[in-house]
């Protein structure tokens, strides 16, 4: 098993509501990656942290959006939840932004919109 | 934006035979095309990975070939076992930036 670690490992909001989630990158690592897995679906690159800052974007909407913390651990905000957003969050760390290196996937958090 | 299609989508064989899985990318720029295996529940572990540099890696029962001309690579997974069976995805990088994006997946069967 990897050293990322994702909290919490479900949840359960209503639409309009927002939520949190967190994210704890491997040791070492200083950029961590935010995925979205819909059910029977490949994961959706939401956005990328370097280093604290944005280092790309998938096609969501600013209503998704994040930080990184000095330590490198991020949080993936969403705001206005909507049905659609029910799905398996997962963020990847890995050493650094640059091409071709591994990325580590977290377990996971399962948000189920209502 | 790339695009990666990820192909057959089930695959069922026998304990002892061979399964491939074939993904196509969009992108000329990518060169970085790793391979996860995701159990009901459980996170992407990454498998095998192979870089633009190489056109085939191996890795005891699994191998990865890349062809670049055509945008197209596959896994290659001999002597199947039961513990083979999950969800295959694979995924291709963009250019400069570690950004992966992934194939719909393959959901493999390996039938004792």
């Known amino acids: 098993e990897t050293g990322v670690t994702q909290s919490p490992t479900h949840l359960i909001k209503t639409r309009g509501q927002q939520v949190t989630l967190r994210c704890s990158s491997q040791?070492?690592?200083?950029?961590v990656s935010w995925y979205q897995q819909a059910l029977g679906q490949g994961p959706q690159f939401i956005f990328q942290y370097y280093r604290e800052e944005e280092n790309g974007r998938g096609n969501f909407p600013p209503r998704f959006s994040g930080l990184q913390f000095p330590n490198y651990s991020s949080e993936l905000n969403v705001n206005a939840l909507e049905l659609d957003d029910s799905a398996l969050y997962l963020c990847?760390?890995?050493?650094?932004?640059?091409?071709?290196?591994?990325?580590?996937f977290g377990p996971g958090t399962r948000l189920l919109v209502l | 934006g790339e695009n990666v299609e990820q192909h057959p989508s089930t695959l069922s064989v026998q304990e002892g035979d061979s399964a491939v899985i074939k993904c196509t990318y969009s992108?000329?720029?990518?060169?970085?095309f790793p391979w996860y295996k995701q159990e009901l529940g459980k996170r992407p572990q990454l498998i095998i990975d192979i870089r633009s540099n190489v056109g085939e890696k191996k890795d005891q029962r699994i191998a990865v070939t890349l062809n670049k001309t055509a945008k197209h690579f596959s896994l290659h997974i001999t002597e199947t076992q039961p513990e083979d069976s999950a969800v295959y995805f694979c995924a291709a990088n963009v250019e400069i930036r570690n950004q992966f994006y992934f194939g719909t997946g393959t959901s493999l069967t390996v039938i004792p």
């Open positions: 992108d000329s720029a990518s060169n970085y």
């Open positions: 040791s070492g690592h200083n950029t």
């Open positions: 990847a760390s890995s050493l650094g932004s640059f091409d071709q290196e591994t990325q580590y």
